[in-house]
Structure formats: structure tokens, C-alpha cells
């Protein structure tokens, strides 16, 4: 018998499950699980991905340099003060490999993005929860679960599944309600979608203080979730442990050929833009029709509360949609058991939905 011991917390994790993406009996299905762009990603993408296989003998370039560029150029950023990742979850992961450990705590609210507190665990932190009001982050929640022993806050901003926000005001009383010694990161993986003058994604925050932390994916409206492509910015200091950390080609040469595209083609990401605010519009409109219970969403997804009844509850009604083929996410994993999350898809899709709904409404 083996005496090898992992490291406490390991054992405590719950492995993450990502949403579904096959109906058993079922060869054809519409996936609405995932968060995943609708439009798919951009041509130039597509092409810049086949163009680098021709490479793929080649080690890809360590330092991301030329999309580093890219994003500092877009976001008017220092590109030495951004690190590139295998998607936003290894930047999150190594943000507590860096900065937190056994005997510490890591902060969430209690309907955060489920790495939060995997990335905790994984090196042997606590995973705290702190309340929100109306599934939004609750400033003062948050701040009166900080302890002695907190070292990162992670704070999805728009969460995700919520899909609310807080303003730019309010995560600044945020920023400054904590100590400069805990780490506050803003995962702002869906900030492309929101159009709300009162939002700020995190770069100003980072620009103020040297405790703070801004994470960004290609895998939302760039649509390039299978190639794993993520981005952070922050101070000069915490760009430089990340680098240390990271494992020095974490980032495909297909992938940052692909982002660099996409990136590139800002007319297609402005009609990704436009295509899911007004699906996301019609969407809710319909449903709250059907006399359903839907919060207001800046993401690319809606989550849709039903009834406690059995037969009309959650449960049912992901079986319903999966027997007409539609794939929906459940959401008992992060404590909303009486919620779906569906995702904003093409316009048929989206029709199929509200009929498939309708009818299991009655």
C-alpha cells in the first residue's frame, strides 16, 4: 500500500464539472451550457489557428510578446505589466500558488466563479464565502469576512452565473476597505459584454494600487474557450512572481496566433457585441413572459429561477430541454439548486428555447 499523502486541501476539492455537451440518444444537440460566443470565433482566428500549424514542430514564443502587445495597444496598457496564461483559470491558480497557503484564507462571494475556492484548496488555503444581497457582491459582505488570515479576495465582476456587476464606485470602496496586504483580483472574464456606463473592468483599480490584480479570457466574446487562452494585468511586482511561476511555454503558438486575430478583428467582435445584446434582450423578454423569473444580466447568459413545485422545478425542466435536445447548465454547484444558466446563441436557438420553455410552462 502506498504511503504517499497529497497536500491538505486536495482531498476537500471538488473537481470542477463543466457544462454538458452531449444528449445520450442524441447526435445532434444545441449546447447553451457554456458561456461559449455564439457567432463562434472570428474567421481571422480560424485562418491565423490553420496558418500555425504549420509551426506546431516550433516551441511557441515564451513571453506572448507580440500579444502582449496587442492587448497593451488595445487596452492602453504597459505590456510588461501583462501576463498571458492557458485561459484566465491558470493566472487564477497560480495568483494563490503566489499568495496564499496553509493556514490562510481566501475570500469569495457565495455565488462565485467555482475555481475561487478550487484554486484555495489546491494549495491548502480556507475558501471563505461572504453573502451576497440580490446575487450581487456585497461590498460590506465581503469586507466584514475579512480576517486576519485573508490574503486574496477574488471578486468576479460581472459574475459569473449571477450575471450582475458592481460600478466602478463600488469596487473602488471595495479596493480600499481592505488591507495592502491581501491581493484583491478582478476576474472580469465577461467585461466585453457589458454596457453599462457606471462599469469599470478593473484596469483603474490595478493603476491605483499595488495590491491589485485584473484576469480577462479569449474564451467569451473571442470564442477561443478550446484553445485556453487568458490574460491578467497588475503591478509591476505581481508580473514578475507570476512570471517566475508560470512554466515557461504555458501558451500554445496556435493560441496566441488565434488571439492575436481576434483580437485584430474588431468588427467581428463588435457584432458578437451587438448579436448578444439583443438576443440577451429578446430572450429575457420572452421568458419573463412565460411568467418566469429571470434577473437582469450584463453577461452572455441569462439565469432563469423556477418554481420548488416538482415537475415544475429546475430539474424538470433541464429534462425537458435535453429531450428536445437543448443543453442547459444546473447550477446546485453554486448554490442556486432552482436555477438554470442559459447561454445567449444564434437566433434559432435562441426561438427554441422560448418554444421548448413555453410548452413545459404550460
Same mark, same amino acid.
Given at each position: ?24 440518444? $442524441? !447526435? %445532434?444537440? /444545441?449546447?447553451? #451550457?457554456?458561456?461559449?460566443?455564439? @457567432?463562434?470565433?472570428?474567421?481571422? *482566428?480560424? &485562418? ?30 504597459? $505590456? !510588461? %505589466?501583462? /501576463?498571458?496564461? #492557458?485561459?484566465?483559470?491558470?493566472? @487564477?491558480?497560480?495568483?494563490?500558488? *503566489?499568495? &496564499? ?262
Amino acid at each position: 500500500m502506498s504511503t504517499l499523502v497529497a497536500r491538505p486541501g486536495i482531498a476537500e476539492i471538488d473537481p470542477y464539472v463543466g457544462g454538458e455537451s452531449a444528449i445520450r440518444g $442524441r !447526435d %445532434r444537440v /444545441v449546447k447553451l #451550457a457554456s458561456n461559449e460566443g455564439a @457567432l463562434g470565433p472570428s474567421p481571422k *482566428a480560424v &485562418a491565423a489557428y490553420i496558418e500555425a500549424g504549420k509551426l506546431m514542430h516550433r516551441y511557441p514564443d515564451g513571453g506572448c510578446v507580440a500579444l502582449r502587445s496587442a492587448l497593451a495597444e488595445r487596452h492602453g496598457l504597459n $505590456r !510588461d %505589466r501583462i /501576463v498571458c496564461g #492557458a485561459g484566465s483559470d491558470e493566472l @487564477l491558480s497560480l495568483l494563490c500558488r *503566489a499568495y &496564499a497557503g496553509p493556514g490562510d484564507e481566501v475570500l469569495y462571494s457565495e455565488h462565485g466563479f467555482l475555481i475561487f475556492p478550487i484554486a484555495a484548496r489546491a494549495v491548502g488555503a480556507t475558501p471563505v464565502t461572504a453573502p451576497e444581497a440580490k446575487r450581487t457582491v456585497d461590498v460590506d459582505a465581503v469586507l466584514a469576512c475579512v480576517s486576519e488570515k485573508t490574503r486574496v479576495v477574488f471578486i468576479a465582476n460581472p459574475n459569473n452565473p449571477t450575471g450582475t456587476y458592481l460600478g466602478a464606485a463600488d469596487m473602488r470602496r471595495l479596493k480600499d476597505g481592505l488591507s495592502d496586504s491581501v491581493l484583491l483580483v478582478v476576474d472580469a472574464a465577461y467585461a466585453e459584454y457589458v454596457e453599462r456606463d457606471d462599469y469599470e473592468p478593473g484596469i483603474e483599480l490595478v493603476d491605483s494600487a499595488a495590491s491589485v490584480v485584473m484576469t480577462r479570457t479569449f474564451s467569451k466574446i473571442h470564442a477561443l474557450g478550446g484553445l485556453r487562452l487568458g490574460w491578467c494585468y497588475g503591478p509591476p511586482a505581481v508580473i514578475d512572481v507570476l512570471n517566475r511561476l508560470r512554466l515557461p511555454f504555458n501558451v500554445s503558438g496556435a493560441a496566441q496566433a488565434a488571439g492575436l486575430a481576434a483580437l485584430g478583428d474588431v468588427a467581428f467582435t463588435e457584432e458578437s457585441r451587438r448579436h448578444n445584446a439583443t438576443w440577451r434582450a429578446w430572450l429575457t423578454e420572452r421568458l419573463r413572459a412565460l411568467g418566469l423569473s429571470i434577473g437582469d444580466s450584463v453577461c452572455n447568459f441569462v439565469i432563469v429561477q423556477f418554481p420548488a413545485t416538482p415537475g415544475r422545478d429546475a430539474e424538470a425542466a433541464d429534462a425537458f430541454l435535453k429531450e428536445r435536445g437543448l443543453i442547459a447548465r444546473r447550477l446546485a454547484g453554486y448554490g442556486l439548486p432552482g436555477c438554470l444558466r442559459i447561454t445567449i446563441g444564434r437566433e434559432g436557438e435562441m426561438r427554441a428555447v422560448v418554444d421548448a420553455l413555453g410548452e413545459f410552462v404550460g
